[in-house]
Protein backbone atom coordinates (compact mmCIF):
# COMPACT_ATOMS: atom_id res chain seq x y z
CA UNK A 1 0.00 0.00 0.00
CA UNK A 2 2.65 2.36 0.66
CA UNK A 3 4.89 1.57 -2.65
CA UNK A 4 1.04 2.69 -4.19
CA UNK A 5 1.07 6.08 -2.45
CA UNK A 6 4.67 6.88 -3.59
CA UNK A 7 4.09 6.18 -7.10
CA UNK A 8 0.98 8.20 -6.89
CA UNK A 9 3.06 10.72 -5.10
CA UNK A 10 5.40 10.60 -7.91
CA UNK A 11 3.14 10.69 -10.78
CA UNK A 12 1.25 13.74 -9.08
CA UNK A 13 4.44 15.67 -8.44
CA UNK A 14 5.41 15.14 -12.61
CA UNK A 15 2.08 16.31 -13.92
CA UNK A 16 2.83 19.49 -11.63
CA UNK A 17 6.17 19.77 -13.36
CA UNK A 18 4.69 19.42 -17.34
CA UNK A 19 3.05 22.63 -18.72
CA UNK A 20 1.29 23.00 -22.17
CA UNK A 21 5.09 22.95 -23.90
CA UNK A 22 5.95 19.49 -22.46
CA UNK A 23 2.67 17.92 -23.12
CA UNK A 24 2.32 18.81 -26.55
CA UNK A 25 6.55 18.00 -27.02
CA UNK A 26 5.29 14.48 -25.05
CA UNK A 27 1.91 14.07 -27.94
CA UNK A 28 5.04 14.71 -30.62
CA UNK A 29 6.90 12.06 -28.84
CA UNK A 30 9.95 14.11 -28.47
CA UNK A 31 12.10 13.46 -25.70
CA UNK A 32 12.39 15.86 -23.01
CA UNK A 33 12.33 16.20 -19.52
CA UNK A 34 10.15 19.06 -17.72
CA UNK A 35 12.11 20.82 -14.84
CA UNK A 36 8.91 22.74 -13.71
CA UNK A 37 8.29 26.37 -13.53
CA UNK A 38 10.17 29.50 -12.65
CA UNK A 39 9.54 31.97 -10.37
CA UNK A 40 7.75 34.05 -13.46
CA UNK A 41 5.72 30.56 -14.43
CA UNK A 42 7.98 30.07 -17.43
CA UNK A 43 8.06 26.48 -18.08
CA UNK A 44 11.49 24.97 -18.09
CA UNK A 45 12.14 21.99 -19.83
CA UNK A 46 15.68 19.73 -20.23
CA UNK A 47 16.66 17.96 -23.50
CA UNK A 48 19.72 15.92 -24.31
CA UNK A 49 22.24 17.68 -26.88
CA UNK A 50 21.31 14.67 -29.36
CA UNK A 51 17.35 15.81 -29.00
CA UNK A 52 18.35 19.65 -29.28
CA UNK A 53 17.65 20.10 -33.03
CA UNK A 54 14.55 17.92 -33.64
CA UNK A 55 13.17 19.81 -30.31
CA UNK A 56 14.11 23.06 -31.50
CA UNK A 57 12.49 22.74 -34.71
CA UNK A 58 9.46 21.53 -33.31
CA UNK A 59 8.98 24.44 -30.89
CA UNK A 60 9.92 26.60 -33.82
CA UNK A 61 6.90 25.35 -35.67
CA UNK A 62 4.69 25.11 -32.89
CA UNK A 63 5.39 29.45 -32.75
CA UNK A 64 8.43 30.07 -31.03
CA UNK A 65 9.72 31.84 -33.41
CA UNK A 66 11.93 34.69 -31.10
CA UNK A 67 15.12 32.88 -29.39
CA UNK A 68 14.97 36.04 -26.61
CA UNK A 69 18.37 35.04 -24.89
CA UNK A 70 21.04 31.64 -25.20
CA UNK A 71 23.36 31.65 -22.33
CA UNK A 72 25.49 29.34 -20.33
CA UNK A 73 26.62 28.23 -17.50
CA UNK A 74 28.71 26.08 -15.18
CA UNK A 75 26.91 24.01 -13.20
CA UNK A 76 29.97 22.66 -10.52
CA UNK A 77 33.28 22.80 -10.47
CA UNK A 78 34.24 19.76 -12.46
CA UNK A 79 30.76 19.31 -13.04
CA UNK A 80 28.48 19.71 -16.09
CA UNK A 81 28.32 22.72 -18.22
CA UNK A 82 24.85 23.98 -19.54
CA UNK A 83 23.22 25.91 -22.23
CA UNK A 84 20.35 27.62 -21.51
CA UNK A 85 17.45 29.00 -24.69
CA UNK A 86 14.74 31.50 -23.81
CA UNK A 87 12.06 30.90 -26.71
CA UNK A 88 9.14 33.21 -27.14
CA UNK A 89 6.40 33.04 -29.12
CA UNK A 90 5.31 36.33 -30.59
CA UNK A 91 1.97 36.64 -32.46
CA UNK A 92 0.53 40.12 -33.98
CA UNK A 93 -2.17 40.65 -30.95
CA UNK A 94 -0.21 38.89 -28.02
CA UNK A 95 -0.80 40.36 -24.92
CA UNK A 96 1.12 37.71 -22.92
CA UNK A 97 3.74 35.95 -25.16
CA UNK A 98 3.95 31.78 -24.46
CA UNK A 99 7.74 31.36 -23.43
CA UNK A 100 9.67 28.12 -22.43
CA UNK A 101 13.29 27.97 -21.15
CA UNK A 102 15.28 24.73 -22.63
CA UNK A 103 17.79 23.55 -20.55
CA UNK A 104 21.00 21.27 -22.34
CA UNK A 105 23.47 19.87 -19.84
CA UNK A 106 26.67 18.60 -21.53
CA UNK A 107 29.75 17.21 -19.74
CA UNK A 108 32.53 19.37 -19.55
CA UNK A 109 34.55 16.86 -20.87
CA UNK A 110 33.00 16.89 -24.43
CA UNK A 111 31.04 19.88 -24.64
CA UNK A 112 29.34 20.16 -27.83
CA UNK A 113 25.67 20.68 -28.51
CA UNK A 114 23.96 21.12 -32.15
CA UNK A 115 23.78 25.02 -32.90
CA UNK A 116 20.19 26.50 -33.14
CA UNK A 117 21.46 29.25 -35.56
CA UNK A 118 20.05 27.54 -38.69
CA UNK A 119 16.67 27.97 -36.84
CA UNK A 120 17.17 31.33 -34.67
CA UNK A 121 19.86 33.73 -36.30
CA UNK A 122 19.52 35.32 -33.01
CA UNK A 123 22.01 32.98 -31.40
CA UNK A 124 24.90 33.99 -33.81
CA UNK A 125 26.54 35.93 -30.88
CA UNK A 126 25.29 34.54 -28.04
CA UNK A 127 26.77 30.72 -28.70
CA UNK A 128 29.30 32.56 -30.02
CA UNK A 129 29.61 34.31 -26.43
CA UNK A 130 28.93 30.94 -24.62
CA UNK A 131 31.80 29.39 -26.24
CA UNK A 132 33.97 32.16 -25.59
CA UNK A 133 33.22 32.08 -21.71
CA UNK A 134 32.86 28.37 -21.32
CA UNK A 135 34.23 26.50 -24.13
CA UNK A 136 30.97 25.20 -25.75
CA UNK A 137 31.21 24.12 -28.91
CA UNK A 138 28.10 24.33 -31.09
CA UNK A 139 28.41 21.91 -33.65
CA UNK A 140 27.23 23.71 -37.02
CA UNK A 141 27.94 26.97 -36.19
CA UNK A 142 29.05 29.28 -38.99
CA UNK A 143 31.26 31.54 -37.06
CA UNK A 144 32.21 29.77 -34.16
CA UNK A 145 35.14 31.57 -32.66
CA UNK A 146 36.02 33.72 -30.06
CA UNK A 147 33.82 36.99 -29.66
CA UNK A 148 35.41 38.63 -26.64
CA UNK A 149 38.81 36.98 -25.56
CA UNK A 150 41.89 37.76 -27.99
CA UNK A 151 42.01 34.44 -30.07
CA UNK A 152 45.14 33.08 -28.63
CA UNK A 153 43.82 33.08 -25.42
CA UNK A 154 43.98 30.01 -23.58
CA UNK A 155 41.07 28.53 -20.92
CA UNK A 156 37.75 29.50 -20.93
CA UNK A 157 37.52 32.51 -18.26
CA UNK A 158 34.11 32.13 -16.53
CA UNK A 159 34.41 28.50 -15.94
CA UNK A 160 34.32 27.86 -12.39
CA UNK A 161 37.70 25.47 -12.81
CA UNK A 162 39.28 28.09 -14.77
CA UNK A 163 42.66 29.30 -13.20
CA UNK A 164 43.58 32.83 -13.77
CA UNK A 165 46.83 33.75 -15.38
CA UNK A 166 49.41 35.87 -13.13
CA UNK A 167 50.26 37.91 -16.42
CA UNK A 168 47.79 39.78 -18.84
CA UNK A 169 48.98 41.21 -21.66
CA UNK A 170 47.75 44.56 -22.78
CA UNK A 171 46.55 44.63 -25.90
CA UNK A 172 45.49 47.66 -28.71
CA UNK A 173 45.68 50.05 -25.73
CA UNK A 174 46.53 52.65 -27.46
Given at each position: M???????????RENELKGLVSNWLIEMKLMHRP??????????LEV???????????LYAYGFNYLRSQCAYDVSPGGDLASVYHLTKVD?????PQEVCIKVFVPRTKPIIPSVFWIWKTADFQERESYDM??????????????LMPEHWIGWPLRKDYITPDFYELQDAY
Open positions: AQLENNSTLLVLGFDYQGVETKAQNLTSVAIADNADQFGIYYEGHPHLKRI
